[in-house]
């Protein structure tokens, strides 16, 4: 491929077909392993159709944390947002311990 400096700019456009031929189909060749016939059958394995699923699952739910977060930066522009230390204290060990190794014989 030539480096766009080194193309004139009074070229005409270049195709798609013609900037990459490789990647155009050729009926005429059945026989490159490099092209796929246009009607090869396609199959999704049930993972992929599970994931499919949970992906469209995702989209109709509602962004509660968009809501929470809205909230959240409301309350600290008013200076109204408050955090119990205990909350706080306790949420913070309970993180660490989770993290430590299992030390039970």
Do not use: C, F, W
Not at 17 to 31: F, G, I, L, W
Not at 75 to 104: C, F
């Amino acid at each position: 491929m030539q480096p766009l400096s080194s193309i004139p700019s009074d070229s005409p456009p270049v195709s798609p077909k013609e900037a990459h031929p490789a990647s155009t189909k050729h009926k005429d060749r059945p026989d490159d392993p490099t092209i796929s016939p246009e009607s090869e059958p396609v199959s999704i394995s049930q993972t992929g159709q599970e994931i499919n699923r949970y992906a469209e699952a995702m989209t109709l739910l509602p962004d509660i944390r968009k809501e929470r977060i809205t909230q959240i930066q409301a309350a600290l522009e008013n200076g109204t947002y408050a955090v119990s230390s205990q909350n706080l204290a306790d949420k913070l060990i309970q993180e660490l311990s989770d993290q430590l190794p299992d030390t039970s014989p």
